[in-house]
C-alpha cells in the first residue's frame, strides 16, 4: 500500500468542515482516482490539515496526483498546499 500526503495550511474551521463533511457524504473517490482510502488529519492551533490518500500501486498514485491537481481550484480559505512524497505503508496496527 502506498500513501500520497498533501498538507493544506491555512485551513479555516469552517473550511475543514465542509471538507470533513464533503467526504463524509460521498461513498467513493472523485472519478479517476484510484485511492482505496481518505483519512484527514486536522491541526486547528497550526490551521493545518493533512491528508493521507491511501492507494494499491505506485502508479495509482501518479494517476491520482494527476487528476486531483488538474481539479484543484484556488480557494480563499485555503492559501496554499504541497504535495510529499509517496511513502509506502509498512506495518499497520489497530485497537
Known amino acids: 500500500m502506498h500513501v500520497r500526503v498533501v498538507r493544506f495550511a491555512d485551513v479555516t474551521p469552517e473550511r475543514a468542515e465542509k471538507l470533513l463533511a464533503d467526504i ?9 482516482v484510484p485511492a482505496t ?30 487528476r486531483l491537481l488538474s481539479g484543484l481550484q484556488p480557494s ?11 511513502l509506502t505503508l509498512r506495518t499497520v496496527m489497530r485497537r
Open 37 to 66: 482510502g481518505l483519512q484527514m488529519l486536522l491541526d486547528e492551533d497550526q490551521r493545518a490539515a493533512p491528508a493521507l490518500q491511501l492507494l494499491d500501486t505506485v502508479e495509482d498514485t501518479r494517476t491520482g496526483a494527476a
Open 76 to 86: 480563499p480559505s485555503i492559501s496554499s498546499r504541497s504535495l510529499r512524497t509517496v
Open 24 to 32: 463524509e457524504a460521498s461513498d467513493a473517490p472523485p472519478p479517476g
